[in-house]
C-alpha cells in the first residue's frame, strides 16, 4: 500500500505569490494534519482536519488555509507568501483523529523556497 | 520558548557508545512519541509512551517517560553509524488535540 503521498517534492516561488501543496493520506485515513518544519528545528502543527471538518489550527497567520475533499485528500494554500515562508510542509495521516491512540504517518514532504 | 526542550542539539559520537538525548517541558503531557527523521524524508515514529515512569525498549534503543509525564529520555545503547538522523520528541499535552515537537537532536555516528 502507498505511504502518505505529496505533491510537489520541490517548488520555488518568489514573494507575494500563492502557493497550493496537495497531499494523499494512506488509504482508509481519515485524519489529515500539516506541519511547517524549517532548518534546524521540529515540525509546528498548522492544521488538522478529520472527516472533511477542522479540529485544530496552530499559531499561523490568515495566510495560511486548508481544506479536506471527500477523498480524504487535501491541500494546503499559502497566500501572500514571505521569505520566512521557505521550509519543508509535512502532511500525516492516521486513521482516526491524533490524540486518539491513533499513529500518525507522515509523508516525505513539499521543499518550498521563497526568493 | 519551546514547549519541549531538547539536549544536546547535536551530538557526534564514535561506532559502539552511548548516549542518551533528552526532552524536556514544565508542562504535562498525556503521551510522548519520539521520531528518527533522515535527510530528504519525513519523521518515522520509533515509540510512544503514555504512562508516568514508563520504560519500553526497541532493540538498542531505551525510551523512558518520567514519572511526572513532563519529561522523557532516548538511550541508544551500541550506537552503529545507521542510528545517523535527527531524533525528535513530540507529545500531545493534557486536553490538547495538535502534536507539539521538540526542536530535535543531530546524531551523526562515526565509523
Known amino acids: 500500500d502507498a505511504g502518505v503521498t505529496q505533491s510537489p517534492t520541490h517548488l520555488i516561488k518568489t514573494r507575494g505569490q500563492h502557493v497550493t501543496l496537495r497531499c494523499s493520506p494512506i488509504s482508509g485515513h481519515k485524519s489529515v494534519s500539516w506541519y511547517q518544519q524549517v532548518l534546524g528545528q521540529g515540525p509546528q502543527f498548522i492544521f488538522q482536519y478529520y472527516e472533511k471538518e477542522e479540529r485544530g489550527r496552530g499559531n499561523f497567520p490568515d495566510r495560511f488555509s486548508a481544506r479536506q475533499f471527500p477523498n480524504y485528500s487535501s491541500e494546503l494554500n499559502v497566500n501572500a507568501l514571505l521569505l520566512g515562508d521557505s521550509a519543508l510542509y509535512l502532511c500525516?495521516?492516521?486513521?482516526?483523529?491524533?490524540?486518539?491512540?491513533?499513529?500518525?504517518?507522515f509523508g516525505e514532504g513539499s521543499w518550498l523556497t521563497v526568493v | 520558548t519551546q514547549l519541549l526542550e531538547q539536549s544536546p542539539q547535536f551530538l557526534s559520537i564514535q561506532e559502539g557508545e552511548n548516549l542518551t538525548v533528552y526532552c524536556n517541558s514544565s508542562s504535562v503531557f498525556s503521551s510522548l512519541q519520539w521520531y528518527r527523521q533522515e535527510p530528504g524524508e519525513g519523521p518515522v515514529l520509533l515509540v510512544t509512551v503514555v504512562t508516568g515512569g514508563e520504560v519500553k525498549k526497541l532493540k538498542r534503543l531505551t525510551f523512558q517517560f518520567g514519572d511526572a509525564r513532563k519529561d522523557s529520555s532516548l538511550h541508544i545503547t551500541a550506537a552503529q553509524p545507521g542510528d545517523t538522523g535527527l531524533y525528535l520528541c513530540a507529545g500531545y499535552m493534557e486536553y490538547g488535540n495538535k502534536l507539539v515537537f521538540g526542536a530535535g537532536t543531530i546524531l551523526r555516528v562515526k565509523s
Open positions: 500525516a495521516s492516521s486513521p482516526g483523529p491524533e490524540n486518539s491512540g491513533n499513529t500518525i504517518y
